[in-house]
């Protein structure tokens, strides 16, 4: 099958056709994966690309404080990632839940300043394969002013026996319209969906199979690009976003912990979420009431009462995503926000995990986290360099470019598109263009504002 031959089928004949296409070639994808791994680290050292660091750390007594942990860190990020491979190719989808044992499910759907985008999350859902008698669609209009609640209204009217609408008459914030949600949902699993996204229609049956199994309390879906084709940024996103939730929730699932279930598509136990409402809705963070990173929230609520959360690769949503600099800039900022405050909690909600997971997230964690610091030094390093050897910036783009081609490995394995080029541009562009928003993130961390409301 050609690249980008599934475009033209169906959700799922796309889904059908890709796992028919990709289980025969699957042990190569997988060797050709780990044969890349080796090929990094050998071009890497062959090619002599760390030499500016190693000689930096014999030339000056300082730079050893730099050098030396970033090698170190190069290290353990290297077996890092190869523990995740294997881990990723050890993900197995969750069952999908059948048609006549699908148990009551409600939808939630917050919207703001929404616009004509909401009837058509309201009308995917609508349309979603799922028992009747069992599914309700719950919508909050969380005080817009635009046309959205005239959107929202002609929806419900289109769809009278599932539709359920409310009106604030101010804008109170995503949190509060999702506890409205979810204090009326009736359903045992509970499903909430950005305004500005759409699901395919098997996408209520694959989130509600997973919580067949009892220990399962949250369950992360699919997310993909739904404006792929407006611009370069989309398009960037569209692979980034494949790395983000098909690589790493894929790994984290293995053992039972995905971090944060996202807003787009996320689906929860009902039963869990009315004990952890009340703290969730209160909660703060030094002094300040968190109105943002809501999905992460419920995550680490939900981790912390001893239950697993897990990714459905087969439950699929489409999101917009911004498509200028600024926008992209305030949704990564916000994400970082919550990404510091959240992980802050999960330190310590990780001792509740079983050993094993427990281990591995820990681990996880560490490395991950450590890649600010000495990433940061590394490069102010690499940049004071540039000026006495320039041959250390061409370094640098080809570390960065050999990294990104690498990655684009993982991106062919899970979706045969000529986009992983665009992948190869985000690299770059994440690199020059969005180097300074986690810094800022966590000197701003406090900051209540949404950014884009």
């Not at 005239?150 to 804008?171: D, K």
């Not at 309390?217 to 960037?236: E, F, Q, S, W």
Request: hydrophobic residues 45%.
């Amino acid at each position: 099958m050609p690249f980008d031959s599934v475009s033209s089928l169906t959700a799922p004949d796309c889904m059908h056709q890709h796992h028919m296409h990709l289980k025969p070639w699957d042990p190569l994808y997988r060797a050709v994966i780990l044969f890349g791994l080796v090929a990094v680290i050998y071009v890497s050292f062959r090619w002599q690309l760390f030499q500016p660091l190693l000689h930096a750390a014999t030339e000056h007594h300082w730079t050893r404080f730099i050098v030396h942990p970033s090698i170190l860190w190069m290290f353990m990020g290297t077996l890092m990632l190869l523990f995740r491979t294997l881990l990723w190719f050890r993900y197995r989808t969750p069952p999908v839940a059948g048609f006549a044992d699908a148990p009551p499910l409600t939808v939630i759907i917050p919207a703001y300043n929404e616009g004509p985008m909401v009837a058509k999350s309201i009308d995917s859902v609508a349309t979603a394969r799922y028992p009747y008698g069992r599914l309700e669609i719950f919508v909050v209009d969380d005080g817009s002013r635009d046309d959205t609640w005239t959107h929202i209204e002609a929806a419900a009217r289109r769809h009278p026996q599932l539709v359920t609408t409310l009106r604030f008459p101010r804008n109170r914030g995503k949190r509060a319209a999702l506890e409205a949600g979810f204090r009326h949902a009736r359903g045992d699993i509970i499903v909430t969906i950005d305004s500005d996204s759409v699901i395919e229609r098997d996408t209520l049956l694959a989130m509600a199979g997973p919580f067949h199994d009892p220990r399962v309390g949250a369950v992360a879906g699919k997310v993909t690009v739904y404006n792929r084709g407006d611009g370069l940024i989309p398009r960037m996103l569209k692979v980034r976003y494949t790395l983000s939730f098909d690589y790493l929730r894929a790994v984290q699932s293995t053992y039972g912990t995905v971090y944060c279930c996202p807003g787009a598509l996320a689906g929860y136990r009902a039963a869990v979420v009315r004990q952890v409402l009340d703290d969730w809705v209160s909660q703060t963070f030094m002094g300040v009431a968190c109105t943002y990173g809501e999905d992460r929230s419920m995550t680490n609520y939900i981790l912390a009462r001893g239950y697993d959360t897990l990714y459905q690769r087969a439950a699929v949503v489409h999101t917009v995503v911004p498509l200028t600099y600024t926008r992209l800039c305030k949704m990564f900022l916000r994400w970082d926000r919550s990404y510091v405050r959240e992980e802050l909690r999960f330190a310590r909600i990780v001792w509740k995990r079983p050993l094993g997971p427990r281990l591995i997230a820990i681990a996880d964690a560490v490395i991950t986290n450590l890649r600010y610091p000495v990433s940061w030094a590394t490069l102010a390093l690499l940049a004071m360099l540039s000026f006495w050897h320039p041959a250390t910036l061409v370094r640098l783009l080809c570390v960065i470019g050999i990294m990104a081609c690498f990655n684009m490995l993982y991106y062919l394995r899970s979706e045969r598109s000529w986009d992983f080029v665009y992948g190869i541009f985000y690299s770059y562009y994440s690199a020059f263009a969005l180097f300074w928003i986690f810094p800022y993130a966590v000197l701003t961390v406090r900051a209540k504002s949404w950014l884009t409301r």
